[in-house]
């Protein structure tokens, strides 16, 4: 099943190897790509992973987590960006940018919050975020969706994960709020609904979602809220998405033993994906294409990623389809290397 196509909203991904969004803390101030972004993506499309997802890129400077994160807040950003799209697209991959902004966790200064409370001792207490700031983040969002599809991007990923900022509103470790943004009472939806929506009126192409499936602490969110919190999504057309990237965690500091363990995200993804009907991808120290087909046809999620083993191993996906014996396409320039061939 691995060399399996399937569709995500209108576009066709050639198979079920993902590749997760990893920062590569790369560029510097500008946020600009740098050749390194262009090659080490262009390196994984060659290597046939289907479905490539940019590393977290800031909406606005001040929602990095670093100060070396490749940034979207302006249309100087456009030309890098599509040099990556390009190449991508050259090697028949297809490619989604995970739009992101780190809220108390940025870290390039006092950041801001849903509430004013620091992550943990290491970070300055945040401020709480006013409407009119709110209003700004939501509009930083629209204005990177209109650049990535200036870019060519196949999919939007709105990081929702890992306690960063839109994370910030959904969960109630973090947000205390007793305006009409507070959790009401396990979660809040209106920063997310705005920013889909946001996106929605300026890019046509789908879109998706990567949560923390599971935050890891008893009064924080688990799988079953995430079902509550997609179908409420999908019910309307304007808040609607097309994929959901099951992660976990990042809320609080909390690491639990299983998150050593290989798939360890992948129950959260099956709870999940059995009560909503959109695609579904997680991972987790995968390493192998057995591990892949037991999830796929346990149903359990539709696309999986590999992000550290693609770190190790850029062409995986070829020399998987050369150990299973499919019929995997490798790059022109490299026939002469397709084995038994002289
Ligand atoms: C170097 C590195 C950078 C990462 N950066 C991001 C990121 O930008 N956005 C995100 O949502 N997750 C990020 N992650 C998490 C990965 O997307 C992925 O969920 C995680 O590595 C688990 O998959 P794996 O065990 O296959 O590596 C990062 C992980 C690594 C190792």
Redesign the pocket.
């Known amino acids: 099943m691995i060399f399996t196509e399937k569709k995500i909203g209108t576009i066709a991904v050639k198979n079920r190897v993902v590749m997760?969004?990893?920062?590569?803390y790369s560029s510097d101030e500008s946020g600009m790509v740098k050749p390194f972004h262009v090659v080490h993506y262009g390196t994984r499309a060659q290597g046939g992973v289907g479905l490539i997802?940019l590393?977290?890129t800031a909406v606005v400077p001040e929602g990095r987590?670093s100060n070396a994160d490749l940034g979207i807040w302006s249309d100087s950003h456009i030309e890098g960006l599509k040099s990556i799209v390009d190449i991508v697209h050259h090697f028949g991959a297809k490619i989604a940018i995970?739009l992101?902004h780190a809220g108390r966790k940025t870290g390039t200064g006092k950041g801001f919050s849903s509430s004013s409370i620091a992550f943990n001792e290491k970070y300055p207490e945040p401020f709480e975020m006013t409407r009119a700031q709110i209003e700004d983040v939501t509009q930083a969002f629209k204005k990177a969706a209109e650049r990535a599809q200036k870019a060519g991007f196949d999919l939007i990923e709105i990081?929702g994960?890992?306690g960063y900022l839109i994370n910030q509103f959904l969960s109630p470790l973090v947000n205390k709020r007793s305006d009409t943004y507070g959790c009401n009472p396990r979660y809040n939806l209106s920063f997310l609904t705005a920013i889909i929506k946001a996106i929605k009126e300026v890019y046509v192409g789908p879109v998706a979602l990567?949560i923390s499936g599971d935050e890891y602490e008893p009064q924080g969110l688990h799988a079953e809220d995430h079902v509550e919190i997609i179908k409420s999504l999908n019910a309307d057309p304007q808040t609607q998405v097309n994929l959901l990237?099951v992660?976990s965690g990042g809320v609080t500091a909390a690491v639990p033993e299983i998150a050593f363990v290989a798939g360890y995200?992948v129950p959260f993804a099956a709870i999940i994906r059995k009560q909503v009907d959109i695609p579904v991808i997680t991972?987790?120290?995968?390493t192998t294409p057995t591990e892949i087909e037991t999830i796929l046809e346990k149903k359990e999620a539709d696309f999986v990623?590999?992000?550290?083993?693609?770190?190790r191993n850029p062409y995986w996906v070829l020399k998987t389809a050369e150990v299973l014996n499919v019929d995997c396409v490798l790059p022109r320039q490299y026939k002469r290397a397709e084995p038994y061939s002289s």
């Open positions: 997760p969004p990893m920062c590569m997802i590393e977290a987590i995970q992101g990081h994960a890992h990567r990237d992660s995200q991972g987790g120290l995968i990623w590999l992000g550290r083993e693609l770190l």
